[in-house]
Every structure is written in C-alpha cells, then in structure tokens.
C-alpha cells in the first residue's frame, strides 16, 4: 500500500540587530561609521511531499522531499527606528528571492502493537541535495558579499524518530520525537546544529465520522552550527522553542483528505540575534493509494 500527501507550510520571520563597526567592513579602517539597525523580513513557504510505501506487514520506506522559497525584505533604520539609508552600500543583506530543493529524507519506518498501545521507529539518513554556501561571517570580515540562507547541510545527517500511542474511546493520545543529527561537516567547512523535536498530542473526531481535531505541545531544539569548528557569535548559536500544535482533518472521499494546522510559539529561549515567528501554518492534502477502500 502507498500513502502520502502534499503539504504547503508557510511562516514570516523577523530579525532586527544593530550593526556597527567592524562589523561594517574595511571602512572602518579608514573612517569613523555610525552604528545603525538591520530590519529584516524573511518570508518562507515549503512544499513537502511525504510519501510512504509499504514493504512487508510492519515495514515501510518513506521519503519526505520537499521545494522552499525564501524570500528576504530588509529595511535600514537609524538608532530611533528612522528610516536610514547606510553611507556606505552594505553587504550583509539584500532584497532578494531563493528558491530550490531542500535535503530530502529516506527512512524506514516500523511499527505495531504492544498491548494496547501502538508503536512506531524511524530511522534513516538524509540526502545534500539543498544549496549551501561559503562561509558568511569570513566573507564579511573581509567586506565581500555574501549570503546566510541555506536550503541543506552539505552532509549525510542521521536520522531517528519513535512514537508511542494508546486510543481510547473517543481520544488518542500520543508522545514521540523526531530528529536529525549533524555528524560531519561539509566541503565549506560548516556543520549545522542537531535539530530535535518532540511532542505531546491528544486527538479526537468530537463524535464527526469524516473529521479528526488535534492539539499538543511541541519542544523543538536546535543546537549551534560551526564553521571551521567556530561558534559564530552572530550566526546559530542555539535555541529552544516550545510550540502549542493545533490541527484540524476532514476526510472529504474515501482516499483523500484535507488538513490544516498552525504551530504558535509559546516560549523561546534563543541564544544570540535569531529570528522570531509568530507561527508556522501548515495546509495539507492527504491520500491513501491501494489496499482496500474505508469509508470516510
């Protein structure tokens, strides 16, 4: 049997920092700078497809592969939050639109029963497919342009993920995790961060034959990125974010289905000048493909 779907995710993030010498380049050598504000817009929109086929009873190999746009407005403001136009064109940052495959995911996914509760393990490895780039802070450092956004690692990261979850008569409820280590480096001398999630769910149809609602809590962790084995002040330093995860499904036919859903931080904890979100909305089809039909 073959399931999958296709989910178009979205979010706006939002970065601000004061940029100053040196950190303006090799002006400051020569002349004095005045210290002024980066306002930054990212505006990011995934297309993931998350398919699944089944191998033997219990055993199936998925592939999770995904296109992203990202697209970065920036803004320059003096100290009092005025409009401001630098002296000196800067190099950081510019309007501009990327678009391009990110680092697909190949898995092998287990499960069964155990009592009365139902089981799950991922375990695989992802593929460098999405564009990375030379190093950032190195090439500011020496006054060139540069860019910060990436769509992969450049490397071959682990992955695992296990569930657990028991239904009841008209709740499930679930725990489990999902995450991807980063072991290496790759040919530009990075290496990303482990990125960790885990979560919490109770889930239940409110007594509707073709719909299914869901809320939980989220923690996700992203450790530093390295270059060179250098914590870059300015760049990935760490954070941690803990998520409210609300969803809604209707099944519309007996193999399709539509769903929708937002992850609404509740609590960060973020290391250094990161990027905050107001949520992640996520909007899915959904279908099953061989086996025998259900009724929604």
């Given at each position: 049997m073959f399931g999958g779907g296709l989910t178009l995710s979205g979010t706006m993030m939002h970065v601000q920092h004061v940029e100053e010498c040196p950190d303006l380049g090799p002006i400051c050598d020569t002349q004095p700078q005045r210290p002024y504000q980066h306002d930054?817009?990212?505006?990011?929109?995934?297309?993931?497809?998350?398919?699944?086929?089944?191998?033997?009873?219990?055993?199936?190999?998925?592939?999770?592969?995904?296109?992203?746009?990202?697209?970065?407005?920036?803004?320059?403001?003096?100290?009092?939050?005025?409009?401001?136009?630098?002296?000196?064109?800067?190099?950081?940052?510019?309007?501009?639109?990327?678009?391009?495959?990110?680092?697909?995911?190949?898995?092998?996914?287990?499960?069964?029963?155990?009592?009365?509760?139902?089981?799950?393990?991922?375990?695989?490895?992802?593929?460098?497919?999405?564009?990375?780039?030379?190093?950032?802070?190195?090439?500011?450092?020496?006054?060139?342009?540069?860019?910060?956004?990436?769509?992969?690692?450049?490397?071959?990261?682990?992955?695992?993920?296990?569930?657990?979850?028991?239904?009841?008569?008209?709740?499930?409820?679930?725990?489990?995790?999902?995450?991807r280590f980063t072991l290496g480096t790759n040919s530009f001398a990075y290496r990303s961060g482990h990125k960790l999630l885990a979560g919490a769910s109770a889930s239940t149809s409110f007594g509707l034959a073709s719909w299914s609602f869901k809320g939980g809590l989220d923690v996700y962790r992203e450790t530093p990125e390295h270059w060179s084995g250098i914590i870059e002040t300015e760049g990935n330093v760490g954070r941690t974010d803990l998520l409210a995860d609300l969803s809604a499904s209707w099944r519309f036919s007996k193999r399709f289905s539509l769903n929708l859903g937002a992850k609404i931080p509740v609590y960060s904890h973020v290391q250094g000048e990161q990027a905050t979100y107001p949520a992640i909305i996520d909007i899915g089809l959904g279908a099953t493909l061989g086996g025998k039909e259900t009724s929604p």
């Open positions: 930054q817009h990212l505006y990011s929109t995934d297309l993931t497809f998350d398919g699944e086929l089944g191998l033997v009873p219990h055993l199936s190999f998925e592939l999770v592969a995904a296109l992203r746009q990202v697209t970065d407005r920036i803004h320059y403001l003096d100290l009092a939050g005025n409009p401001y136009t630098p002296p000196v064109p800067d190099y950081h940052h510019r309007n501009e639109t990327l678009f391009g495959p990110t680092d697909p995911w190949l898995m092998l996914h287990g499960g069964g029963m155990l009592g009365s509760f139902s089981w799950g393990l991922k375990g695989g490895v992802t593929l460098p497919l999405g564009s990375t780039v030379e190093n950032p802070f190195a090439l500011g450092r020496e006054g060139l342009p540069h860019e910060h956004i990436q769509f992969g690692t450049g490397t071959f990261d682990p992955l695992f993920g296990a569930s657990l979850s028991r239904s009841f008569d008209q709740v499930a409820l679930a725990i489990w995790t999902l995450d």
